[in-house]
């Protein structure tokens, strides 16, 4: 398969007055056409970052996309010119968001905001996207199509204001779809819906996903590859069913072992200690070491690379490497 | 007061809103965000309330402790009857039963150091005087897995964990019986949760706490309550012990609720029930068995036909035609 998105040592930073913030470190990432990869991390981890360096939305001068290249097919992203990008972006790559109302204009009907996109990239008249924009509405399975074009994005409820986002990120059958925690504000019910959906249009269009995602268990039900992030750093990546059956990073077992399951009960859930350090002081180490439960002495002063140790799955951690002090739990 | 006794009883409790509109402002209908729901709490138990957004359980929470006044139907803690006390009688029973809440940062006051904020509710209850309370703030504090050194820190400096530990010793530190936590670990990272749910826990195990634990997250409620209810648009459709309800639910919402819980286990096969549509609004319920309009398995007697909420055995009721 082909990549579609590769993403070489991306770096982006923001300057505080305390100092600068290295959100996303160093990282790379592809994805391959029909795809879906889940990054996955908890706040200040650095998913939402990748994500909005790949749009373009990185707002400057305080934060920086300072190194790397987001190759997207034959074009470099990060070089190309704002109209340039203005062309790709809602286009062949589509993005939706956490909070569906704040993306949506308050005083526009969803209709409009649906048909806006359609005459720009897709050259439709005005009539003709009006009709695509019934169609995409039914799509997103929401009855009362007609009337729901003609409401305001307030008369909406959360899950129709989120299936009405992914209406307008489909309607010009974009090759690569980023989601951002697009369930997180969505009761359990209403998630269902939205992945199921997410499923189906990724079969039928054979768009690629990049999914962000604080919850493993939304990783498992989507993801075909995962991304483990920490502190701005990718800490393991792999194929899904490798990396849930058989995590290699501390991190990423703890993560696993302190979510609760339904079905699985525990007398005292498993949690790591500690908590993410603060990005302003992080210093040559593998930033999870002050939590880790295999810590060792190069851990506190030399810093991981990521490296592949089988054929599905990568791991930045000293536990794996050559010469360095082996230690199983 | 002998361990059977129920702690807190909440009995056919009813909050409505009501709805006012037009020049005159006049009430032109009612928003029954609580309907017709009874609770027991027994002392040391936890009991867990489900349901999602617009269902009402965080309304049943503070009607409980009177933070908004109930409609109709009766709260007896301790056997006292929570609505026949006086302003005087009601500041004198609070510090029983306490509340602790989602986001703890906008329940702190960001220019008040976390000790005082946390001792001050001892001062205000007349608990302690000014000399005693650093004391007892260290001790609650270090219950919670803080440092007395956080005595003086205010709380922007906190992380999100370590603001629902202080909110946890805020509540803590007056010694209550019953602790109301609405979504206490909603806004918290996975890593940061668990360590949470332990704190919960171990209060419990050393201090003999009750709780009411509203939440969404029936995984996370599995983990911790005795006795689960499930609420929908206000009504409470199933309420059972938490192993019946796990491996024997009766309601298809429960149910289906089970079944969208993400489960974070690669390709794993089971059956899904994805209801359809939105959760009506509670201004205006469906008429009959209010789940009928999502129910996969409705029937033309649960569009007319309120169900009864009722024991199905071994005190596991539920409010379903078909069950």
């Keep these: 398969m082909k990549n579609l998105l590769e993403i070489e040592h991306l770096s982006t930073h923001f300057t505080t007055e305390e100092g600068t913030v290295r959100?996303?470190?160093?990282?790379?990432?592809?994805?391959?056409?029909?795809?879906?990869?889940?990054?996955?991390?908890?706040s200040g981890c650095g998913k939402s970052i990748t994500a909005l360096s790949v749009m373009g939305l990185i707002e400057e001068p305080s934060?920086?996309?300072?190194?790397?290249s987001i190759h997207f097919g034959d074009k470099d992203l990060l070089k190309l010119g704002k109209n340039e990008l203005r062309a790709i972006r809602g286009n062949e790559i589509a993005m939706i968001f956490q909070e569906p109302m704040s993306s949506l204009n308050p005083v526009i009907t969803i209709g409009e905001q649906i048909i806006e996109p359609l005459m720009v990239h897709m050259n439709m008249g005005k009539r003709e996207a009006q009709k695509q924009a019934i169609r995409l509405i039914e799509q997103v399975g929401i009855s009362r199509?007609?009337?729901?074009?003609?409401?305001?994005?307030?008369?909406?409820?959360?899950?129709?204001?989120?299936?009405i986002m992914i209406a307008i990120a489909i309607s010009c059958n974009p090759k690569l779809l980023i989601a951002d925690e697009p369930t997180t504000a969505l009761d359990v019910t209403i998630q269902a819906q939205i992945l199921d959906m997410l499923r189906k249009f990724k079969q039928e269009s054979?768009?690629?996903?990049?999914?962000?995602?604080?919850?493993?268990?939304?990783?498992a039900e989507m993801a075909d590859y995962v991304i483990v992030m920490y502190s701005g750093k990718i800490v393991e990546e792999g194929e899904v069913v490798e990396l849930f059956s058989n995590p290699k990073h501390p991190y990423t077992r703890g993560l696993l072992k302190s979510k609760p399951i339904i079905n699985q009960r525990q007398d005292e859930l498993y949690s790591i200690p500690g908590q993410v350090p603060n990005p302003l002081e992080l210093e040559s180490s593998?930033?999870?070491?002050?939590?880790?439960?295999n810590c060792m002495a190069i851990c506190r002063t030399d810093e991981p690379a990521l490296k592949e140790i089988t054929i599905h799955q990568k791991v930045a951690c000293w536990l794996y490497e050559e010469g360095a002090l082996h230690v199983h739990s | 007061m002998s361990i059977a006794e129920d702690l807190l009883e909440v009995n056919h409790l009813k909050k409505y809103f009501p709805i006012k509109s037009g020049l005159l402002n006049r009430t032109t209908g009612y928003v029954k965000a609580v309907d017709d729901i009874s609770i027991q709490i027994r002392v040391g138990e936890t009991f867990g309330l489900v349901g999602e957004s617009g269902s009402g359980k965080s309304t049943v929470g503070r009607s409980i402790v009177r933070l908004i006044e109930k409609t109709e139907g009766e709260v007896k803690f301790k056997g006292i009857n929570v609505y026949d006390l006086g302003p005087e009688e009601l500041r004198k029973l609070r510090p029983q039963m306490q509340l602790i809440f989602q986001d703890p940062y906008s329940s702190l006051n960001p220019r008040v150091r976390v000790g005082d904020a946390i001792g001050e509710a001892l001062l205000d209850h007349g608990l302690a005087t000014r000399g005693e309370i650093r004391d007892h703030v260290e001790e609650v504090l270090r219950s919670c897995g803080l440092s007395s050194y956080h005595i003086d820190r205010f709380p922007h400096e906190f992380s999100g964990g370590q603001r629902q530990r202080i909110g946890i010793a805020r509540a803590l530190i007056l010694n209550p019986d019953l602790i109301i936590a609405d979504e206490p670990v909603s806004a918290l990272d996975v890593s940061i949760q668990a360590q949470i749910i332990n704190l919960f826990r171990n209060l419990q195990e050393t201090r003999g706490l009750a709780y009411l634990f509203i939440s969404h997250d029936l995984s996370v409620v599995e983990h911790l309550c005795n006795r689960i209810g499930v609420m929908y648009l206000g009504s409470m459709v199933e309420t059972s012990s938490r192993d019946e309800l796990f491996q024997n639910p009766l309601h298809p919402y429960t149910k289906a609720l089970l079944s969208a819980v993400p489960i974070p286990i690669p390709k794993l096969k089971r059956e899904r029930i994805v209801l359809k549509g939105d959760i009506p609004s509670p201004a205006n319920p469906p008429l009959g068995c209010k789940f009928h309009t999502r129910c996969p398995f409705a029937i033309g007697r649960c569009k007319e036909e309120v169900p009864e909420f009722r024991d199905a055995g071994g005190n596991h009721f539920v409010a379903c035609h078909l069950a």
């Design chain 1, 23 to 42: 959100a996303v470190d160093n990282i790379s990432l592809r994805i391959r056409s029909g795809e879906t990869v889940c990054i996955v991390g908890e």
């Design chain 1, 63 to 68: 934060g920086k996309v300072v190194e790397g």
């Design chain 1, 145 to 163: 199509a007609e009337q729901i074009a003609r409401s305001y994005p307030h008369e909406l409820s959360g899950g129709m204001l989120q299936r």
């Design chain 1, 206 to 219: 054979g768009m690629s996903i990049l999914l962000i995602t604080h919850d493993l268990g939304v990783v």
């Design chain 1, 286 to 293: 593998c930033y999870f070491h002050d939590r880790c439960d």
